[in-house]
């Protein structure tokens, strides 16, 4: 069975967690929510620093959750998180989604958020979540689309990050316009009752355009995605340093506007083991 190939392009800079941090439930699960019990056992791919596993966990009080990460310098903010909330229905650890540690169906749910755009091999990953999810059970996967993302004003500079972000993402062995493909790396991985829906995250306000054209600023010149282009030969500092500028001038704008596509498929597991 395969192992991990790809690298995550942004890694863990403070930058990036601002984003992830932000993430909730309701902002990044919402299409999965109606489907949970109260006494649920869930998987958490790619958990992060934590929160939507907490929000889950919070939600399936009688049931527990599982969270594991690829890179376990995160996993102890993660515990940190759910402690925060008192959650003692939760736990944490290291795996590689391509293999998965667990048995034939361990899971009522499998979820996993901006995950399979990382990954070296998503339909072996979808395979490993339909695995260890019980007949019956749901696999939920969510993903950006950078190629679908759109924004007003239309800084020069934006359109270069775009190409950028998406030459870095795809060397580093990901799929930075994952969130298109989730239906058929689905139907690859087995999968014969699919529901594809999508959702969007839209900054608008002067707080959410600062917080968003800010982090995209500090990820472009300091985080590991920008380590990453510069010594890929993919962009010098000083285009670097042009970019984050644009990100800036756009989050400026009293008309700035900033829309991303999320693509969003629940699996159900069918057939006896």
Not at 191 to 216: G, M, N, V
Request: net charge negative.
């Amino acid at each position: 069975m395969p192992e991990e190939t790809a690298v995550y392009t942004h890694g863990h800079h403070e930058s990036v967690l601002r984003s992830h941090t932000w993430r909730t439930a309701a902002n990044s699960a919402a299409y999965l929510l109606a489907e949970l019990r109260p006494d649920a056992t869930v998987l958490d791919v790619g958990c992060g620093p934590g929160t939507i596993t907490a929000d889950l966990a919070a939600l399936v009080p009688d049931g527990h959750v599982t969270g594991v990460e690829y890179a376990p310098d995160i996993l102890g903010q993660a515990r940190a998180t759910a402690a925060g909330r008192g959650l003692t229905n939760v736990t944490f650890g290291e795996a590689d989604v391509h293999q998965l540690p667990y048995a034939e169906g361990s899971f009522d749910v499998v979820h996993a958020h901006q995950v399979l755009q990382h990954v070296g091999d998503p339909v072996q990953a979808l395979r490993e979540m339909r695995r260890v999810v019980r007949p019956g059970g749901l696999v939920a996967v969510r993903d950006s689309d950078y190629a679908a993302m759109t924004w007003y004003p239309r800084p020069a500079g934006l359109d270069g990050w775009l190409d950028l972000y998406e030459r870095v993402a795809r060397t580093s062995g990901g799929e930075p316009d994952a969130g298109r493909m989730l239906k058929s790396w689905a139907l690859q991985a087995g999968f014969e009752d699919i529901t594809a829906t999508s959702s969007t995250w839209c900054f608008a306000t002067p707080e959410e355009r600062e917080w968003w054209s800010e982090l995209w600023a500090d990820r472009t010149q300091l985080s590991s995605y920008a380590q990453r282009a510069v010594e890929g030969g993919h962009a010098t500092t000083a285009e670097l340093d042009a970019i984050a500028a644009a990100w800036r001038e756009w989050g400026a704008a009293a008309d700035g506007w900033f829309s991303v596509l999320h693509g969003e498929v629940l699996c159900r597991r069918q057939g006896e083991f």
